[in-house]
């Protein structure tokens, strides 16, 4: 049944030098890069460190890194497609698919942009419920990427830490509305669950919780020789390098670059709260450590006030039961956990969106990573792609 | 075997995870409306559409007496692009003449629809002289039955004014459009992908390949043109062996 011809996986490599294929190609004369000092790495797909399934294929001299290739999709879902094909309540769901780690701002991101699409806003409740549960996504995110970061680094502890402190989180998205990671938690023109008794107190009691807990983190951490070593000066990005290369989120702030959306263009309640956006000098990864820690602290300043003014009154906006936005095009980003995510909408006034672009921040910054990790050892290659904190659900889509 | 029969209609908001539930005529309306623009055809759904759904009110209206409370209020408000006047727009304009199609904002997002043979130009000239130094996306759109098939679009940020500008250009079915690598190397990966999935080539791309989906993919998915099954039948059973159950 199968045809050698068109059968993938013993296809012959490309022989226009253009595929990847080129390099594990051990019959043909490999005529590329190759010299009798440099050695071609293969790192993934399946590399624990690398997070999902991303290949990385390392050119090398002795341990040193000479340049990078990454070869992604192989989680590619064809989302965008999917999103054709579904009506825009229906691909709501689907956006929660993508950064399955913080699925409460995907899902906050196509709101808002299909919202913008219908020229409508959520209600200030709904608008608030919001708020606190994207911080503490936020949180969730950055708890995720810590753990798993010092993990790759050979810091065991803090990944117990980390996973231990998510679970009250998640516990929150669970009694909110019913799932723990692909929460669905927000529609469009609002939400749908009001909060349930004692989430204010959930809320709060976590604040209270856990900033001891960032103390500990930041105790086995921030000033660990080990840690140190390990992060200090390894993987640079300088402000220019991140904004040509289209860096957003802590990995641009970690470089000085004092920006972020939900100060720059507000969206939501966030021109109402008084939070810092932290910054770094040097744009290693230990400054990018040091952002998230922050970000942490600020998303846990957010969510107090945002609990203490939560308003009263409707959670959903007057939208019409079936949705067709009018014909045009949109571009709503919001700020994820990882950087600028945004949705390119385009309606043609039916049912469906006539297409979908998701911007990923992910898949944005991965490619910042030959950059980084020039001139440096494989070790630190691991490092670099931790402190990115990429999700490859994200970036293969 | 591929199984040939076309996927259940996605569509049905009986299904939806929407909160509000359509009674049983509205959703039947819905359906058949949706079964109509899911034939691939872009172009006419907006007028096809636009039919169904002034039928549609009056059922939903007899059903459903709280429905039209919310139905007709943003219907009349559908915004249109507005002109867009500003100091740049002129200057551009100044310069290129017709070059500049439309300069229009819509919901408050400002766009500029310029020639494919001068795209290259602006988009240099929007990074050196106006400041739009953060290239956030470049992606692009397909319209089967235009004559220019494709919009591209790339969508500029200034860190300086804090400003989002949007840059469209169309160019028609193998066209090549030069790379923007040049003016900012986030284009490297983000025009990849819109090779990748539009088939439309860059020149002087430094690398210019399948970025998600594998090298020996055939067809380009984000086009219209693209039946939803056909990685089904082209790719997962001859590639990997198994009946995917789509």
Redesign the interface.
């Known amino acids: 049944m199968k045809d050698p011809e068109t059968d993938y996986r013993h296809a012959k490599p490309d022989q226009s030098g253009s595929g990847v294929m080129d390099y594990l190609d051990l019959d043909t004369k490999d005529q590329t890069f190759l010299d009798a000092t440099e050695l071609v790495l293969n790192m993934g797909p399946q590399h624990p460190s690398t997070h999902g399934v991303l290949r990385v294929i390392l050119k090398l001299d002795g341990e040193k890194v000479l340049g990078t290739e990454c070869v992604i999709g192989y989680l590619h879902r064809g989302v965008e497609k999917i999103a054709e094909n579904r009506t825009y309540a229906m691909f709501n769901p689907y956006v929660d698919r993508m950064d399955y780690v913080a699925a409460v701002s995907n899902g906050l991101g196509y709101c808002e942009a299909v919202e913008k699409l219908l020229n409508t806003e959520a209600p200030p409740r709904a608008q608030y419920i919001r708020v606190i549960l994207t911080e503490l996504c936020r949180i969730a995110s950055h708890q995720v990427w810590l753990g798993t970061h010092a993990l790759d680094i050979g810091a065991l502890t803090p990944l117990f830490y980390c996973f231990r402190d998510r679970e009250e989180i998640l516990k929150i998205f669970e009694k909110y509305c019913g799932a723990r990671l692909t929460t669905h938690a927000f529609r469009i023109g609002g939400c749908i669950y009001e909060t349930y008794d004692g989430f204010e107190q959930d809320c709060l009691k976590f604040c209270d919780a856990f900033l001891p807990k960032l103390d500990e983190y930041e105790e086995l951490l921030t000033t660990n020789r080990i840690w140190v070593r390990r992060t200090k000066g390894v993987g640079i990005l300088k402000p220019e390098d991140c904004i040509a290369l289209g860096v957003t989120g802590p990995v641009l702030r970690a470089s000085g670059v004092k920006w972020d959306l939900r100060k720059k263009q507000p969206y939501e309640a966030y021109s109402k709260f008084d939070f810092e956006i932290p910054t770094g000098l040097n744009g290693d990864t230990y400054d990018r450590y040091l952002v998230r820690i922050e970000e942490m602290r600020q998303a846990v300043r957010i969510i107090r006030q945002a609990v203490e003014g939560l308003p009263t009154g409707p959670i959903m906006a007057k939208i019409p039961k079936v949705l067709k936005p009018p014909v045009g095009e949109v571009y709503v980003s919001i700020e994820a956990p990882k950087g600028e995510l945004g949705y390119f909408i385009v309606s043609d006034g039916s049912l469906q969106p006539y297409r979908v672009r998701v911007r990923p921040p992910s898949f944005v910054n991965l490619q910042a990573l030959d950059k980084m990790v020039r001139g440096l050892l494989v070790a630190d290659v691991v490092a670099v792609i931790g402190t990115l904190d990429i999700v490859l659900g994200e970036v293969d889509r | 075997m591929p199984d040939e029969t076309r ?1 259940p209609n ?2 049905l ?1 009986a ?6 539930k ?1 009674s049983a005529p ?1 959703s039947a309306k ?1 359906s058949g ?2 079964k109509a ?2 034939t691939n055809k ?1 172009a006419e ?2 007028k096809a ?2 039919a169904p ?1 002034t039928g ?1 009110k009056p059922a ?1 209206a007899a059903a459903k007496p709280a ?1 039209p ?3 007709p ?2 219907k009349p ?3 249109k ?1 507005e002109p867009w006047d500003s100091e740049l727009v002129r200057k551009l304009k100044g310069q290129y003449g017709s070059g500049i199609r439309e300069a229009s904002t ?2 408050g ?1 400002k766009y500029l629809v310029v020639d494919s043979s001068i795209v290259h130009e602006i988009l240099l000239r929007m990074r050196d002289d106006e400041l739009f ?5 470049i ?1 692009a ?2 319209y089967p039955k235009r004559e220019l098939q494709f919009d591209v ?1 790339y ?1 500029l940020y200034s ?1 300086h004014k ?1 400003e ?1 500008v ?1 840059i469209k250009t169309q160019i028609r079915e193998g066209e090549t459009l030069r790379s923007a690598f040049a003016i ?3 284009a ?3 025009e990849r992908e819109v090779y990748d ?1 539009f088939g439309i080539s860059f020149s002087e791309h430094p ?1 210019l ?8 993919w055939k067809g380009h ?2 086009r219209k043109d ?1 039946p ?1 099954l056909q ?1 089904d039948r082209e ?1 997962v059973q ?2 990997l ?1 198994i009946e995917s159950g789509q």
């Open positions: 996927e996605p569509a908001p299904g939806s995870p929407d909160p509000t359509p509205e819905a409306v949706t623009d899911a872009p759904p907006v559409a636009a759904a549609d939903a429905a409370a919310a139905k209020a943003p408000e559908g915004p692009p819509y919901v997002q130094d953060y290239c956030v996306d992606t759109v397909h679009v969508i860190f804090n989002r949007r900012w190397p986030t490297n990966w983000l999935m690398d390949k399948r970025i998600l989906l594998p090298d020996g998915p984000l693209y939803i990685q790719w001859i590639n062996g």
